[in-house]
């Protein structure tokens, strides 16, 4: 056996179980935040958005899904639309305008006050998340910015910042996934659990 290889394993799975302690140490209240909003939000008759680059485009995929089908219990359906999937739409808006718009493209068309943008990215940076979100706020939108160490420049246009303490892009990434499936958990339990303090 390899001991070196074994190492490796041992040193991740001991470096991500202490960021993810550390993380849901610290941002356990605003994570309850993001969803007891997201969840005002789907009574009130509004929807989540979600986008993200490469992993995070496939998060934001995963986590429609477990709205629009179902997460822990059987529900009625969610209304939750992940930008990332009409290929037609994004290589039009790509091709014609730029690649920075793919996002905040749909979100003029699709936003409405009331609705929620969540935005992830691992650096904060990426210029196509920037975009949406601040077309997010001018459309009157919530938006929530899941990130990296510090937010990177999404920070200034998050309403609610999810910062996982890291640079490691794969531990940032593993302790998102976490975070997203908390927050499917919590916007089911505001909406059908504890509907009550949503003031329905």
Do not use: W
Request: a negative charge.
């Amino acid at each position: 056996m390899d001991a070196k290889a074994l190492a490796r394993i041992t040193q991740h799975a001991d470096e991500g179980a202490e960021l993810r302690r550390q993380f849901f140490a610290q941002a356990g209240p605003t994570l309850v935040k993001a969803a007891f909003a997201s969840a005002k939000s789907l009574v009130s008759g509004g929807k989540i958005l979600l986008c993200g680059n490469g992993g995070s485009a496939a998060d934001a995929q995963h986590i429609a899904g477990e709205f629009v089908n179902r997460f822990l219990v059987d529900r009625g359906a969610l209304p939750a639309i992940a930008l990332t999937t009409d290929t037609s739409v994004i290589t039009a808006i790509a091709n014609d305008s730029a690649f920075t718009r793919v996002f905040a493209r749909q979100v003029e068309a699709l936003g409405q006050p009331g609705d929620i943008l969540l935005a992830i990215s691992t650096s904060g940076k990426s210029e196509n998340i920037l975009e949406a979100l601040a077309e997010a706020r001018k459309k009157g939108l919530l938006t929530i910015a899941l990130t990296g160490e510090g937010g990177g420049r999404a920070a200034a246009f998050a309403d609610i910042l999810l910062a996982v303490p890291s640079q490691k892009t794969p531990l940032i990434q593993e302790v998102h996934l976490a975070c997203e499936h908390l927050y499917c958990e919590l916007v089911d339990y505001f909406l059908f659990d504890n509907v009550t303090a949503l003031g329905a």
